[in-house]
């Protein structure tokens, strides 16, 4: 899943990053209010942190703008801990959830993968599709025979976005734009390789080649 972290900060940026990359996340970063209201209308995030003390731009008026562009992406909102008024302001603004400063990465992480599956329709505490469960906590897919399967970083970005989105049919470029970071190089071609590879560890029927169109992951529904 693609996440856009809006933050000036830099040492918390650098603890931050890391953590989210781990967790599965391609992670873009913008260090002020104007950029990361662009980036957010630019690019196809599937969620977002967004700190409220910019420079620049304030990050409530950024929140306020993407809503007004009517950008549905989930928006997290990072706060000072006792600073009530910002919390109330934020959800008025059109924010999904908040944490105060300071946090625990674990909580924050946490919370964003609650959002990304609740705004895919998904039960917030577990995602489990197809017959597959997908255990987030150390990237591996459980298939229905009990089986836990390794994944790489861009594997289990791939199947998890599949899974999120049953039934539907992705394009080579709609898969790219959300498995990869922004300064990544994104050659479509490499999306191939990958879903190959998750077909040789789930089964080849689970994921469909819809020719001149894309891919649909077989769900529950299939």
Known sequence: MRLLLVEDDAELVARLKPALKRAGFAVDVADNGIDGEFMGNEEPYDVVVLDLGLPQRPGLEVLANWRSHENPFPVLVLTARDAWHERVDGFKAGADDYLGKPFHVEELVARLLALVRRSAGQP??????????????????????????????????LLRYFMLHPGQILSKTRLTEHVYEQDFDRDSNLIEVYIRRLRERIGKERIETRRGQGYLFRGDAG
């Open 124 to 157: 917030a505490h577990e995602l489990k599709q197809g017959g597959l469960q997908l255990d987030e906590a150390h990237q591996q897919v459980i298939l229905p025979d009990g089986n836990a399967i390794d994944l790489t970083g861009t594997e289990f970005r």
